[in-house]
């Protein structure tokens, strides 16, 4: 991609997502007009408004952002390591075996720590058994079967995803009454707890930062293992740190706002389409697409019918299924 192109892409997805962070800051049970909120954002206006904003809008807000940027970012990362643009961490188990972990943590009355290193567990133990049980040449190192697994790995992660569903079935129908309310609406996606000066903005530093670092490595992989080899990528290296960075993104996403799909599917995708597959402009587009995705769908979640809130995953997965089918009926190519 020419440099003037990226920065015209980079450029147009920050406004998208200071736009959409701006209207979440403004909109609500009661909205707020937009010199006002500037007033409040810079120090000038101190009123019942202003701890609305400040309190409870702007962490939601960035958190949602966080969150949304996290898991664009593992979806883009899945997608190159399984050159299948149909991988993300919804269809390929992750989000629910982070789920699994995070809730069997919640059941068990476990730290918020101790929930991370859970949904963690799960997320990896998630990529690895799709890995192994749907990809010979991760197995065996060759790409002369890649061509043929792009449906089996498919499979692989939606009975995998299947499974996980499950457990958290029976976990929900063991949980204590005064528990299961609170677990159900985490589940369905809800930031309405988020903490956006944590956990979720340092995350999406740390991932993206990471994987800034490897996306020279991960454009020579994009052509397949064998080509990456001859040019002296360590495959085996990249592979890694990508199941790391997937799972710890994920984690970190559903820990905070619940199990959300469809996020990780879309964005790539979409960006690749527009800005195309040079990993170096596509990983940082995605986090701030990622992020003005889900929090604008967070922000129609709770303003939609206010003071009633939707579930944010309810709401992505509205807007998700149809792209999703879209996505199949054209049959992308791979990435």
Known sequence: MRPGKAARGLVLALLIAVVAILTALASGSESIPLDHLWRILTGAAVDVHSDVVLGLRLPRALSAFACGG????????????????????????????????????????LSSAAALGSAWAGALISVVLVLVFGSNSFRTGSAVTEAGEPLRLLLTGVALATGWAALIT????????????????????????????????????????????????????????????????????????????????????????????????????????????????????????????????????????????????????????PVFIGLLAQRRPRP
């Open 170 to 321: 029976l976990m929900l129908a063991l949980a204590p009454d005064a528990r299961l309310r609170g677990m159900l609406f985490w589940l369905m996606g809800d930031l309405d707890a988020a903490d956006a000066l944590g956990l979720p903005l340092l995350g999406l530093a740390v991932v993206l930062g990471i994987a800034m670092v490897l996306a020279h490595e991960l454009n020579v992989l994009v052509r397949g293992a064998d080509f990456a080899r001859a040019l002296g990528v360590s495959v085996e290296r990249v592979r890694l740190c990508v199941l790391l960075l997937a799972s710890g993104a994920t984690a970190v996403a559903v820990t905070t706002a619940g199990t959300v799909g469809f996020v990780g599917l879309i964005v790539p995708n979409a960006v690749r389409l527009l800005a195309g597959n040079d990993q170096r402009v596509l990983l940082p587009i995605c986090a701030l697409a990622g992020g003005a995705l889900l929090t604008a769908a967070d922000t129609l979640a709770r303003s939609a019918l206010a003071p009633l809130q939707l579930p944010v995953g309810a709401v992505i997965a509205v807007l998700g299924v």
């Open 70 to 109: 996290l898991l664009a970012i593992a979806g883009a990362l899945m997608q190159v390591l399984l050159r299948n643009p149909l991988a993300d961490p919804y269809v390929l188990g992750l989000a629910g075996g982070a789920g699994t972990g995070a809730l069997a943590a919640m059941l068990a009355g």
